[in-house]
Nanobody
Framework: QVQLVESGGKLVQAGGSLTLSCTASGLRLEDYAMAWFRRAPGKGREKVACATRVGTRKYYSDFADDRFTISKHNAENTLYLQMDSLTPEDTATYYC?????????????????????WGQGTQVTVSS
């Protein structure tokens, strides 16, 4: 059974930092491209950041480009998202996802349909 479990979401003040974790079981992270998506209240799911199988090539959405860092610790089977300079606009449920054949380049990340495994999400709330 494949399982992705996110953790680390909490209430933080604007300007603060937060690190989210996604621990995988039933699959090896080194065999999957990984991604973070988020869904804010009243909005659809959107890409945050993605990483290739090895994790050396990464994609960032515009809003995350200079503030967020995605990293894969394949030895620990854990995906991380470091978030800095948080704003209330970052308030959302954050999901990690795995895709065996998802394309990731610095310019492009595959859509959510290309990620076949998903976690349940962790809530991030940024207060002003």
């Amino acid at each position: 059974q494949v399982q992705l479990v996110e953790s680390g979401g909490k209430l933080v003040q604007a300007g603060g930092s937060l690190t989210l974790s996604c621990t995988a079981s039933g699959l090896r992270l080194e065999d999957y491209a990984m991604a973070w998506f988020r869904r804010a209240p009243g909005k659809g799911r959107e890409k945050v950041a993605c990483a290739t199988r090895v994790g050396t090539r990464k994609y960032y959405s515009d809003f995350a480009d200079d503030r967020f860092t995605i990293s894969k610790h394949n030895a620990e089977n854990t995906l991380y998202l470091q978030m800095d300079s948080l704003t209330p606009e970052d308030t959302a449920t954050y999901y990690c996802a795995a895709g065996a054949y998802a394309t990731v380049t610095p310019e492009i990340c595959a859509g959510e349909e290309d990620f076949e495994y998903w976690g349940q999400g962790t809530q991030v709330t940024v207060s002003s």
